[in-house]
């Protein structure tokens, strides 16, 4: 028997948690080589370069323009920007910490605008993501973290969390009527357009070196690209406030890259025992689940793609 679409939603939302669990570290190695604008401008041009095919044929309602214009200036536009530039104002513990306040943008617009719902098993569960992902981002060494010294780039990555919220609730409502992948080209071909005449009229240099540019196309490719459709993928099966409360666990597979990287880093007990929290409540958030007709799923796409159908 094969496997279910909701199953392969919570499959690809885990992957994406993975993905979005290197895009603060990958970020970090580009941005001291690379103006924070020309990288925003290229994380949207390259993947967009490659989805171009997608919009062969594709129709977008007049009443969906204007959603597809605010997605695509929000998460597009404004949300890369200020990460970049708040990721230079700020130490790498805080831009982990505070990467996963998108997903508590996405819950709380999903529950708000969306109208979508969980069990009492399910809140349960998420909390217990939540905690993990707390214990695992802080280790509960609250002096390291340093928000006030480093403020303006706290503010700054919240604010583009906020943005990715909004936009994240935008495509949702986008994604019953539309395919994933021209949604997501349309909005990548919006952000690199604006940019172009930024990057111009600012004069940042264009030519990116050539060591730091497998990691640029990693970036633009894996942790953008891959990402989204993953992520948008999951929207469509399990609903916008599910696939939010998954995604903190990226702060897990964070960790375990700068180990990677950064080899002389060790991981600590609260940092174990938070990872092993994380793990354990992602499954008991599976397997406790809500039929989705119970639950009043808020997808429906009548558009199909994603692993059955890409």
């Not at 994380?43 to 997608?54: H, V």
Request: with cysteine; net charge positive.
């Amino acid at each position: 028997m094969g496997l279910s679409r909701r199953t392969y939603g919570y499959v690809a939302i885990v992957v994406a948690a993975v993905l979005y669990g290197i895009w603060p570290s990958l970020s970090k190695l580009v941005l001291a080589e690379v103006d924070p604008l020309v990288i925003a401008f290229l994380i949207q041009l390259i993947p967009g370069i490659g989805l171009s095919p997608s919009l062969r044929g594709v129709r977008i309602a007049r009443s969906d323009w204007k959603l597809v214009l605010l997605a695509s200036l929000v998460g597009a536009v404004a949300g890369p920007i200020l990460y970049f530039y708040g990721l230079e104002r700020t130490t790498a513990a805080n831009s982990v910490l505070l990467s996963n306040s998108e997903s508590l943008f996405t819950i709380m617009l999903a529950y708000a605008v969306l109208g979508e719902r969980a069990t009492r098993r399910e809140y349960v569960a998420l909390v217990g993501i939540a905690v993990g992902a707390f214990l695992v981002t802080t280790q509960l060494r609250f002096g390291d973290v340093r928000f006030l010294e480093f403020l303006i780039g706290n503010a700054m990555l919240v604010a583009a969390a906020a943005c990715w919220g909004v936009s994240n609730t935008v495509s949702t409502m986008l994604l019953r009527r539309i395919k994933i992948l021209p949604v997501l080209e349309i909005q990548l071909l919006i952000g690199a357009a604006v940019y172009a005449p930024i990057v111009l009229l600012a004069g940042a240099p264009l030519a990116v070196p050539l060591p730091i540019l497998p990691i640029l196309v990693l970036l633009s490719l894996s942790a953008v690209g891959v990402f989204s459709v993953l992520f948008f993928y999951a929207f469509r099966t399990i609903g916008a406030m599910r696939t939010g409360a998954v995604l903190p666990t990226s702060a897990l597979w964070g960790i375990l890259l700068a180990l990677y990287l950064f080899p002389n880093d060790t991981l600590g007990a609260v940092q174990v025992a938070g990872g092993a929290l994380m793990i354990l409540a992602l499954v008991a958030f599976y397997v406790l689940r809500g039929p989705s007709e119970a639950e009043g799923e808020t997808l429906k796409p009548a558009a199909s793609d994603g692993p059955e159908s890409p």
